[in-house]
């Protein structure tokens, strides 16, 4: 199951006011009772309500909406996520044994967590830590909502707004709106997207009620910004694009709110508008480092690596220690040379061909001009393409040194210089089959190319000899050992490769 990992510790409930002054001593059998004394308190509100002269007074709908506040957290108690199951001697008073008592069965779960099982809610428990909850009776539906409802009711019988703007009222609010946000992480949990969207936005359209000065724009931001990962989760992108466009307004993880903005446009295959949003949004907060990153992702999924390389080195020069934005642009100059290595093969061999049907037709002066010709310029083409080959490779294997300069010990580095050197290798072995022998009478040519692959193999060996140093067990790198010295001819070192795979089954 998805894990939402918040950090709203400002938001995180405190025990209500209702539990707090009895803690000791609780049962699981008090649950039931709790929420049968819910059940009787709202059934008297309901009444209240219903008697024209006390549904006039505001302290009627005041009491309402306390009424259905506590009724919302009868079962919670004050648990919070994160807080401690067990009673320990670290935490004698807050825990979830002391606070709800001993649960009338422990059982495990598909996740892997411990369910403390209650009469009226089940607490999901790992590492004797809460994570999360399912009430399973509770006194009523939606008791927040009535609860809100209740307070406006009251703001409306007092037009001058005293009522609106007192402490206890504020106060009131706060509880609510943190009971929504902690229902918004906990059904994010149990993965009710949708409702938890819902109990996001419900904790932010209580914006219309005087703050409690601790409430900050920050923690509406929160809110916001998880209430769009829930609707995200969801796939409801218009209430998704909403969220996550208030969470920006209110400066809160702009960087990965505009992330889940592009994610959106681009599983919608607006790729466009996907680019658009990110490289404006990295113009006007070039600070955010996951905005950089995501215009690079973008550029080198589409493979457009020339403008991946501009962002690549924007990033290198300002975090020069995050070096796997090095890594990034070692591999797509690995990827480009690799494109390069087929056309420029593709391109040989298409000489050839042209050159062969040049010879066939050495009677027909005109047409073996024109194929002679036409072999020449592919074989001028596959040229330029052999020096572009040798020039990303050494951009390849002069950014993975320079990985290697500020870590010698970085695995992927030698990793990726030992795959280079064996497809320098391979390009040798290629290219010395394509020597027509008429063109290598004495054996001269070929036999450099099998010095060169010869070099390239020796070089791929000991770069990975390097990767296995720092990972003994790699069967990726013992296989490529293997392969390698089974190429150069010493198959009692790749016998012994062979026995060391075969070990680690």
Same mark, same amino acid.
């Given at each position: 199951?998805?894990?939402?990992?918040?950090?709203?510790?400002?938001?995180?409930?405190?025990?209500?006011?209702?539990?707090?002054?009895?803690?000791?001593?609780?049962?699981?059998?008090?649950?039931?009772?709790?929420?049968?004394?819910?059940?009787?308190?709202?059934?008297?509100?309901?009444?209240?309500?219903?008697?024209?002269?006390?549904?006039?007074?505001?302290?009627?709908?005041?009491?309402?909406?306390?009424?259905?506040?506590?009724?919302?957290?009868?079962?919670?108690?004050?648990?919070?996520?994160?807080?401690?199951?067990?009673?320990?001697?670290?935490?004698?008073?807050?825990?979830?044994?002391?606070?709800?008592?001993?649960?009338?069965?422990?059982?495990?779960?598909?996740?892997?967590?411990?369910?403390?099982?209650?009469?009226?809610?089940?607490?999901?428990?790992?590492?004797?830590?809460?994570?999360?909850?399912?009430?399973?009776?509770?006194?009523?539906?939606?008791?927040?909502?009535?609860?809100?409802?209740?307070?406006?009711?009251?703001?409306?019988?007092?037009?001058?707004?005293?009522?609106?703007?007192?402490?206890?009222?504020?106060?009131?609010?706060?509880?609510?709106?943190?009971?929504?946000?902690?229902?918004?992480?906990?059904?994010?949990?149990?993965?009710?997207?949708?409702?938890?969207? +819902?109990?996001?936005?419900?904790?932010?359209?209580?914006?219309?009620?005087?703050?409690?000065?601790?409430?900050?724009?920050?923690?509406?931001?929160?809110?916001?910004?998880?209430?769009?990962?829930?609707?995200?989760?969801?796939?409801?992108?218009?209430?998704?694009?909403?969220?996550?466009?208030?969470?920006?307004?209110?400066?809160?993880?702009?960087?990965?709110?505009?992330?889940?903005?592009?994610?959106?446009?681009?599983?919608?295959?607006?790729?466009?508008?996907?680019?658009?949003?990110?490289?404006?949004?990295?113009?006007?907060?070039?600070?955010?480092?996951?905005?950089?990153?995501?215009?690079?992702?973008?550029?080198?999924?589409?493979?457009?690596?020339?403008?991946?390389?501009?962002?690549?080195?924007?990033?290198?020069?300002?975090?020069?220690?995050?070096?796997?934005?090095?890594?990034?642009?070692?591999?797509?100059?690995?990827?480009?040379?690799?494109?390069?290595?087929?056309?420029?093969?593709?391109?040989?061999?298409?000489?050839?061909?042209?050159?062969?049907?040049?010879?066939?037709?050495?009677?027909?002066?005109?047409?073996?001009?024109?194929?002679?010709?036409?072999?020449?310029?592919?074989?001028?083409?596959?040229? +330029?393409?052999?020096?572009?080959?040798?020039?990303?490779?050494?951009?390849?294997?002069?950014?993975?040194?320079?990985?290697?300069?500020?870590?010698?010990?970085?695995?992927?580095?030698?990793?990726?210089?030992?795959?280079?050197?064996?497809?320098?290798?391979?390009?040798?072995?290629?290219?010395?089959?394509?020597?027509?022998?008429?063109?290598?009478?004495?054996?001269?040519?070929?036999?450099?190319?099998?010095?060169?692959?010869?070099?390239?193999?020796?070089?791929?060996?000991?770069?990975?000899?390097?990767?296995?140093?720092?990972?003994?067990?790699?069967?990726?790198?013992?296989?490529?050992?293997?392969?390698?010295?089974?190429?150069?001819?010493?198959?009692?070192?790749?016998?012994?490769?062979?026995?060391?795979?075969?070990?680690?089954?």
């Amino acid at each position: 199951m998805k894990r939402l990992i918040l950090t709203l510790s400002a938001f995180a409930l405190a025990a209500s006011t209702t539990f707090a002054q009895n803690i000791s001593g609780a049962s699981a059998a008090d649950l039931q009772k709790n929420i049968n004394d819910a059940k009787a308190k709202i059934a008297k509100s309901d009444a209240d309500i219903q008697n024209p002269k006390n549904a006039a007074k505001i302290a009627t709908w005041e009491n309402r909406a306390k009424v259905f506040t506590d009724a919302a957290s009868v079962n919670i108690k004050g648990v919070y996520a994160g807080m401690e199951a067990a009673k320990s001697q670290k935490n004698m008073f807050n825990n979830l044994e002391i606070l709800v008592g001993s649960p009338t069965e422990k059982k495990s779960a598909d996740d892997g967590s411990t369910i403390w099982v209650y009469p009226t809610i089940n607490f999901y428990v790992q590492n004797n830590q809460v994570q999360y909850w399912e009430e399973t009776v509770t006194p009523d539906p939606a008791p927040l909502d009535k609860a809100v409802e209740a307070y406006r009711k009251a703001c409306d019988l007092d037009p001058k707004g005293a009522f609106k703007s007192k402490k206890s009222t504020m106060d009131g609010i706060k509880a609510i709106k943190q009971i929504y946000t902690n229902n918004g992480i906990n059904k994010y949990q149990l993965q009710k997207y949708d409702d938890a969207a +819902a109990d996001f936005e419900k904790a932010l359209a209580l914006a219309d009620f005087p703050k409690d000065p601790k409430d900050t724009a920050q923690i509406d931001g929160m809110i916001a910004y998880y209430g769009g990962l829930s609707a995200f989760q969801a796939k409801n992108y218009n209430k998704a694009r909403t969220l996550f466009n208030s969470s920006i307004s209110l400066n809160y993880e702009v960087g990965r709110s505009h992330h889940h903005l592009f994610l959106m446009k681009m599983e919608e295959g607006k790729k466009d508008e996907a680019l658009k949003i990110i490289q404006e949004a990295y113009e006007k907060y070039p600070q955010e480092e996951s905005l950089l990153y995501d215009v690079i992702n973008y550029y080198t999924s589409e493979r457009e690596f020339d403008k991946a390389e501009t962002y690549l080195n924007k990033a290198i020069e300002k975090y020069p220690e995050n070096l796997s934005v090095l890594g990034v642009k070692g591999s797509i100059y690995v990827e480009d040379y690799n494109k390069i290595k087929t056309n420029y093969l593709q391109a040989r061999n298409d000489a050839d061909s042209l050159k062969k049907l040049a010879f066939r037709n050495r009677n027909n002066q005109k047409e073996n001009d024109r194929l002679t010709a036409a072999s020449q310029a592919k074989l001028d083409e596959a040229n +330029a393409m052999r020096a572009r080959f040798d020039t990303q490779v050494k951009k390849a294997e002069d950014t993975y040194n320079e990985i290697l300069k500020k870590d010698p010990k970085y695995f992927d580095a030698f990793f990726a210089l030992g795959i280079i050197n064996y497809d320098k290798s391979d390009l040798a072995k290629q290219e010395a089959s394509l020597i027509p022998p008429s063109e290598d009478k004495d054996g001269s040519k070929a036999a450099a190319k099998q010095a060169e692959q010869k070099a390239a193999c020796k070089k791929s060996i000991e770069q990975f000899e390097k990767a296995l140093e720092l990972q003994p067990n790699n069967r990726d790198v013992l296989s490529n050992l293997r392969m390698l010295h089974v190429q150069m001819g010493e198959y009692e070192k790749a016998r012994e490769l062979k026995a060391k795979i075969d070990a680690l089954n």
